[in-house]
């Protein structure tokens, strides 16, 4: 193409290119497509010729440096059904039209590094590979239908308005990655309903103003650790990784692409589930909202994790299936409300919730407190107080004093098993006796059965005085109470000569009056402690 001045319309376009030349300058579409759906598939094999191709030279001329606009009307790219050949270079550019291309066909990557767009929409194109670090839009970058290659790179990106991705399908580069935007910052919603992508997602820092959508999405990396490696992310209000509704989806030939194809499904809804094949990682996210996991189903190997280390959201919605293989770890994690379900968590081994923070539970569906205590045993292979403390806190705070009781003596039991053989015997002891202090009417009925058998054995005896002179009335059940009571005395015990299986049955009696009240003092300590 030889040297044309800004604005000026170059000698040698093609048929194709002078009527893109001229749409540009009235804002209309530049429409070269053939209406017919098996030879306009931007991804079929259907071979587009020089009657339907431009030049990405021509593209970059018109974006850069195009002519002026028609008088009353807006310059403008529109383009569909186009084949862009070369390579888009508009890096380091900026663009003032508004650009939209449909169901486009790119020889080339697409290079838009520190690029300043508009606002930017490929729709249903086909994409070697988009390079756009860095890239500056005062509105929309949208990318919804598109397949790419070779993979998307976004980092530092600052997105103005909406991010859409929707549907598009994305492979990985030569570095294992689909999508990179480390760094990025949407203003508004960062929309991926239905998205595929083969290769790492990494959004490493990334920061969306509003909610950011991945319902529906499908994440796979049989090439490396995570499929979704996003720690640091900062989302204003909801991460939604979640099923998405199928009974409605907008129709293709929309010129704006939809923001949004439907809502996380209700009871009997078509369903396309959120898939994660690979690792995911959300460490030290901020949630202003919530995180919902509703539906999510994970894909993952035994050293994989689901890894939620030290979030913070007011709402931690894990209402998914249980991952088959790999860990869920939520350790150091901070939410107020938990949702959840008794059949989402791994077993045995598979779940960490150490220094796990959450203020009220809210669980869907039966989820009774024996289930409950098998989860956090099942979070915990070695023994830790922290969690049934945490569990036995939110239930007395929400009035369940009852099964809050249950969770600590789990918790003693639990620590038992830990001790050596005397303190062990000693924890069995308090167990059998006073319920570890957790269950005080037990103490009382021993007493009770204790006093009533020592009485009726007194009962059958009249012993001599041991002064003739200096002896209260003989009382089986008042000798028998002063027997069992330790400290305290009832003047009966110390006047009366006991002999042979009397002297032994006494013995007993003080003997297991001592071991009740010690553990019942145990237990009241440690209620004590406790409160």
Not at 16 to 23: P, V
Not at 192 to 218: H, P
Not at 325 to 332: E, K, M
Request: glycine share 10%; proline share 6%.
């Amino acid at each position: 193409m030889t040297e044309t001045r800004a604005g000026e319309e170059p000698a040698d376009l093609t048929a194709a290119e002078r009527r893109m030349w001229e749409a540009y300058r009235t804002g209309s579409v530049c429409d070269l497509s053939e209406r017919a759906a098996d030879r306009d598939d931007p991804h079929g094999d259907q071979v587009w010729g020089p009657d339907r191709s431009v030049r990405a030279r021509v593209v970059a001329l018109l974006l850069l440096h195009g002519p002026a606009s028609v008088p009353g009307r807006v310059a403008s790219l529109k383009l569909r059904g186009v084949r862009i050949v070369g390579k888009l270079d508009l890096s380091g550019g900026a663009v003032g039209p508004y650009v939209e291309l449909q169901s486009c066909r790119f020889d080339s990557e697409v290079q838009l590094s520190e690029t300043r767009f508009g606002t930017l929409r490929l729709v249903n194109c086909a994409i070697p590979r988009l390079e756009a670090a860095r890239l500056h839009t005062e509105g929309d970058l949208h990318l919804p239908r598109c397949r790419v290659q070779r993979g998307i790179r976004l980092t530092d990106a600052q997105i103005g308005t909406d991010l859409l991705i929707s549907q598009a399908v994305v492979q990985r580069d030569s570095k294992g990655r689909a999508i990179t935007a480390d760094g990025m910052s949407v203003a508004q919603d960062f929309q991926a309903e239905l998205l595929e992508t083969y290769g790492e997602v990494s959004l490493r820092g990334a920061k969306v103003g509003v909610s950011m959508n991945l319902r529906g999405a499908r994440l796979r990396n049989p090439y490396g650790k995570y499929a979704l490696n996003a720690p640091q992310l900062t989302v204003e209000r909801t991460l939604y990784l979640t099923s998405i509704a199928l009974d409605y989806v907008p129709g293709t030939n929309s010129s704006t692409p939809p923001y949004g194809l439907g809502l996380t499904p209700t009871r009997g809804q078509r369903a396309q589930r959120f898939v994660c094949r690979g690792g995911l990682r959300l460490d030290d996210g901020r949630f202003g909202d919530a995180i919902d996991f509703y539906g999510a189903r994970f894909g993952l190997t035994a050293e994989q994790e689901v890894s939620l280390r030290r979030i913070q959201t007011p709402e931690f919605r894990f209402v998914g299936e249980r991952p088959e293989q790999g860990r869920v770890v939520v350790s150091g994690a901070k939410v107020v409300k938990l949702v959840d379900t008794s059949t989402s968590w791994p077993g045995p081994g598979g779940v960490s919730i150490e220094g796990f923070v959450y203020e009220n539970l809210a669980p869907r569906g039966h989820f009774p407190l024996a289930r409950r205590l098998e989860w956090v045993e099942a979070a915990t292979p070695e023994y830790s107080p922290e969690p049934y403390e945490r569990l036995a806190a939110v239930l007395r705070a929400s009035g369940e004093d009852a099964d809050a009781r249950e969770v600590l003596l789990a918790k003693q039991r639990r620590r038992r098993a830990t001790l050596p053989t005397g303190q062990k015997a000693w924890g069995y002891l308090q167990d059998w006796t006073v319920v570890y202090g957790y269950r005080p009417g037990r103490a009382a009925l021993l007493m009770a059965v204790l006093w009533a058998a020592g009485a009726l054995l007194f009962s059958r005896h009249d012993p001599p005085p041991i002064k003739e002179d200096e002896h209260p009335l003989w009382n089986a059940p008042l000798f028998a109470l002063d027997l069992l009571l330790p400290v305290i005395d009832l003047g009966q015990e110390g006047h009366w000569k006991l002999e042979g299986g009397w002297q032994w049955g006494a013995a007993t009696l003080v003997l297991l009056g001592w071991i009740l009240a010690t553990t019942v003092a145990a237990g009241a300590s440690r209620l004590l402690r406790r409160g």
